[in-house]
């Protein structure tokens, strides 16, 4: 199997939802929540997605050969590949019943095992969805991160001991949930939380949290307060708010307060090597990729994740050589541009 098998597998699949598009930026699709696409208008995601092909790579080749790393060693773990597939929900809904969210993650958590990295996974109205994927993730070495809804803190706490339970080296939170009817509708409300709530939650366990959906700089510095060890700078995929600015645009002023003192993920239209090179430039520590992960798991289960990290990581290797980086720490803002 290559790559464009699996996209041509996955176009006949799940083509009702999502038309596999040559660029997965947000037109097709926009306003199809549930579906696979931004929020109302769907701005957000198209603007995710625009402003990172805005950021361009300075070509310099004028530096001493030799090999090139992409390693990186996150909350103990060492990766290929600065990048991990985002926590992907609700599949029979948003994409094809063909996979659910536990068939879904046994693709995510195996490939992304077998490429070197790790998968973020889900959490969901019934306890099985969150459950699942962990059983999955304890089964590969407690290779993925289980990314918990904000709950009320007394279900949060109980869902970190069975994370706790499974090896896990770290656990997320997709904070900005907050606002997601659905749930409320199944009888599982979620909350926004305040730096209080959110130290009870970090306090109650040795694992490092993650807090994802983070915008402002304001949001780090109480991520931070509240004892996160990491952000993710996401918007959800532009699903939860329709009118945000790009995740690219707000990255570099987060990085300016948190940098160092935290674990910078940022996701939101990055689609290739070359984007996760402009991510790194512009300060994050590692980038999560969401809507092309499932494409890949539909059309190729756990080979098409496979192959599809792969050649994001070979790109990213390329962007690397081309521009005279030979380690992750050589790729700065001297390294980019943005037009
Ligand atoms: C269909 C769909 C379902 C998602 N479900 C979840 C989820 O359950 N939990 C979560 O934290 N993020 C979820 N996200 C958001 C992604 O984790 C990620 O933030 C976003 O997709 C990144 O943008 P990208 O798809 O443009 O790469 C979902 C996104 C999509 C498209």
Not at 106 to 128: P, R, V
Not at 227 to 249: C, F, Q, Y
Request: aromatic share 6%.
């Amino acid at each position: 199997m290559d790559y464009q098998e699996v996209l041509n597998n996955a176009r006949k699949i799940i083509m009702d939802k999502c038309k596999v598009c040559p660029d997965c930026n947000g037109y097709a699709c926009r306003g199809q929540v549930p579906g696979v696409g931004g929020k109302g208008s769907g701005q957000a995601f198209v603007r995710n997605r625009e402003k990172v092909q805005q950021v361009k790579l300075h070509l310099d080749t004028l530096v001493d050969s030799g090999e090139i790393d992409t390693g990186i060693t996150l909350f103990g773990k060492k990766y290929k590949y600065p990048f991990f597939a985002a926590p992907i929900g609700a599949l029979e809904m948003n994409y094809h019943p063909s996979l659910n969210d536990l068939t879904y993650n046994e693709h995510i958590i195996a490939g992304c095992c077998d490429a070197g990295i790790c998968g973020f996974t889900g959490d969901g109205a019934k306890d099985e969805f969150y459950e699942g994927p962990l059983n999955i993730i304890s089964n590969n070495h407690g290779l993925g991160i289980p990314t918990i809804k904000p709950w009320d803190n007394k279900t949060i706490i109980s869902k970190v001991r069975k994370a706790e339970a499974s090896g896990v080296s770290a656990i997320a939170m997709d904070i900005d949930a907050a606002g997601l009817v659905l749930l409320a509708m199944a009888g599982k409300p979620v909350y926004t939380k305040s730096v209080d709530e959110l130290k009870e939650i970090t306090a109650s366990t040795k694992l490092p949290v993650i807090l994802k959906g983070i915008m402002t700089p304001q949001g780090a510095l109480k991520a931070l307060e509240a004892g996160a060890a990491g952000i993710v700078v996401s918007d959800h995929g532009g699903r939860v708010l329709d009118n945000t600015p790009a995740t690219i645009e707000v990255l570099p002023d987060i990085v300016k307060k948190v940098k160092d003192k935290m674990t910078i993920f940022v996701d939101g239209g990055f689609r290739s090597g070359d984007d996760v090179f402009k991510a790194l430039a512009l300060g994050a520590d590692a980038v999560l990729i969401g809507r092309p992960f499932a494409v890949a798991a539909y059309g190729g289960g756990k080979e098409g994740v496979r192959l599809y990290a792969d050649k994001i990581g070979n790109e990213l290797k390329e962007a690397m050589l081309m521009t005279g980086c030979h380690q992750l720490n050589d790729i700065d803002r001297n390294k980019v541009i943005t037009v």
